[in-house]
């Protein structure tokens, strides 16, 4: 079994809610799922900026309103933030560019995650993305299962542009249950032919309504055959909702993981998690 580490890093103020981050050039970006802004946290300088990706951003916005960012993914200078999907307002997908630091682009994915749920049987009650991987040829798009039938799915698309036409397929995975509570994918990031994902349990049924939590793991997907090498229980008591890569070698990789404490408190802990690979 993984042998890991896990410890509070730094704290983020002015970020809550925090569902999915990537580490860029000693800074972080970050999203949180009732915010309508991509951060950017200089690590070194401790300075906090935000860049709107929605008309009339708010850092707090209502649940029945929210654009529910949960997902972001990077190929070279393009960030991609996905809406959820679980509500009819939660389809949106922002294009930001790294460069002039701004969104180049809003995508409907209304109906691309219509043919995904019904391609992989997942009803649309059931339907909540939770974490993105682009390598500029293929998506991985992750459902998390805590819907009622715990449909914990990974999509796979062969096309460079969403909008085009494109290949697909689905993987359905099981994922271990913590204190009798299964878990679910929250967030994912591919590391040389493999894909780590984060998976919490969350005492609740349905895709809307949160519920206690009752820890997260870490696990690991074969690209090439699609099957689950080990997953891994990293916490009792925290909702981990995004994972990037912080420094990789031959004998362990250091991650970065953000927390969603579920709360209106516009601060955000960062975590590393140190997993051996020998």
Request: charged share 25%; hydrophobic share 35%.
């Amino acid at each position: 079994m993984k042998k890991f580490t896990l410890e509070l890093l730094f704290k983020i103020i002015g970020i809550g809610s925090a569902s999915g981050l990537i580490y860029n050039d000693n800074s972080l970006l970050l999203i949180g799922d009732n915010s309508g802004f991509l951060y950017e946290y200089n690590i070194e300088s401790s300075s906090l900026k935000s860049y709107p990706l929605i008309e009339n951003p708010s850092q707090n916005i209502s649940k029945s309103k929210k654009p529910d960012f949960e997902s972001l993914t990077q190929y070279q200078d393009t960030v991609y933030v996905f809406g959820s999907g679980s509500t009819s307002n939660r389809n949106t997908m922002i294009e930001f560019d790294l460069k002039q630091k701004k969104k180049i682009a809003t995508n409907t994915m209304a109906d691309l995650y219509a043919v995904m749920q019904s391609f992989a049987n997942v009803n649309p009650e059931d339907f909540n993305l939770e974490g993105a991987i682009y390598d500029g040829e293929n998506w991985f798009l992750f459902n998390r299962g805590n819907g009622l039938l715990n449909k914990n799915v990974l999509f796979s698309l062969h096309v460079k542009k969403l909008s085009d036409e494109f290949s697909l397929m689905s993987n359905d995975y099981k994922l271990p249950k913590i204190k009798g509570v299964r878990s679910t994918f929250t967030d994912a990031v591919l590391v040389e032919g493999k894909i780590y994902f984060l998976a919490t349990a969350e005492n609740t049924k349905s895709t809307y309504d949160d519920g206690e939590i009752l820890g997260s793991n870490i696990g690991c997907i074969n690209l090439e055959t699609m099957k689950m090498e080990f997953t891994k229980k990293i916490s009792d008591s925290h909702k981990f909702e995004g994972l990037t890569v912080f420094k990789n070698s031959k004998k362990k990789i250091e991650f970065l993981l953000c927390e969603d404490k579920d709360t209106e408190v516009l601060e955000t802990d960062i975590y590393k998690l140190t997993l051996d690979l020998k």
